[in-house]
């Protein structure tokens, strides 16, 4: 069956929704957005921009660099790095034929097979190891609750071409640090080991042979999976299977000397950074592409979707995705519930609001005002015109309204008086307010200055 066609007991509750299918049906349709898909709006919009503003300031600091992927990616590219055996590639994909072409499409449900597939076309690691890092739109059809939306936001950051546990160690500071920068406490940071390949299949016969032994409480996921891919049913979010896989043989007992010692490596970086963490051994992550070091940054104000960022190690993606073998590795962060923990802690940004208004009482003082308007933008100066042509301009009384609606500091006014003079009123909207001063519009700009001095 093709993965399109497979429909969940998600699907089913769907139902609800129109689908219009013909000519006449779509033009009646009632437009919304698609459920679980949000639409950003002003004024919290701002602090999406200020988060985006403070990981770019962070990642140059850390010498990571720019890299946008496309959201469309072919199918074929999540089916071999996330793994055929996960939620993701069995149920959660926005796949679909391109209607021209019949090629397979999917929109990305996450960005490092992407990034990954970048990289190797590009030849990127040709003259050494990258630092990257991603903000942008993902998708999967989940069921949509609080903190998890069918369209959400990740920001990524991935290290290739290092296969040492200072990168990983260094990727987690990096998080760490924008935790600081955000204002956020209460993360907890949660550490694993998922081993090499040869460890894993240790571990999967004892694995296998004790979820057999429980075969009475595993939900029809985990017996569909206890063949095909046994870690992931570590990952179940089911509480009734709690019990049987806390008392799964854990991966960390099958490690290996040289897995071992890097994670030992990792951890005394952490501590002697002050870093602190606990070991979960039953972190596996959601994609099959892990291994070594996996990690994931939660918190417990966010109800059951408490995961705010996670990672790993990938030494094999690459090499899978048709490169040259490069060891890999990354965090992604998902932006809506870190924003959601970052108003909870009362850090979110004011809102936006201009400099100024201009009250305009003459639609005859619109072409000064404009030129006026776009000298003070030029001096950085963020100024709002009252634009009522059409209505003729409105009154004083509601032009001051709207100023003082806009949160701006300061009206200009461009009454008919003061320009025969040619000068502008400046009032005071805030602070006690009404102070009033007549300025020469040839000194606005070193007003303007005092402005952004004050600010
Ligand atoms: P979860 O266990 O909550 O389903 P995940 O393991 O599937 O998360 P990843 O694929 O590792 O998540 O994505 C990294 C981060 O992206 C998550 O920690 C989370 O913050 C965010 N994220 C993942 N899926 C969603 C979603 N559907 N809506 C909102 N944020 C999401
Ligand atoms: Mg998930």
Redo the contacts with the bound molecule.
Sequence with gaps: MAEQDKKTAYDAADNTTSKPRSKSEFKSAKLSAVKGMNDILPPDSASWEWLEGKVRSLMARYAFRNIRTPIVEPTALFVRSLGEVT??VEKEMYSFEDRLNGEALTLRP?CTAGVVRAVVEHSMLYEGGKRLYYMGP?F?H?RPQR????Q?H?IGAEVLGFPGAEVDAELILLANALWKELGLTGVRLELNSLGQPAERLAHRAALIAHLEKHAELLDEDARRRLHSNPLRIL?T?NPAMKEVVESAPRLLDFLGEASLAHFNTLRGILEANGIAYTINPRLV???DYYNLTVF?FVTDSLGS?G????GGRFDYLIEQIGGKPAPAVGW???V???LELVREHGHAPAALVPDVYAVIPDAQALPIAIKTLQSLREAGVSAQMHAASGEGMGSMKSQFKKADASGARYALVFGADELARSEVTIKSLREGGGEQTAQPLANLSAWAQTLQSNA
């Design positions: 939620d993701i996450e993902m999967r989940e903190g998890r939306y069918r959400f990740q990952d979010k992550r959601g994609m994931e979707q995961t705010i960022c996670g992604a962060l998902g809506e519930r870190v």
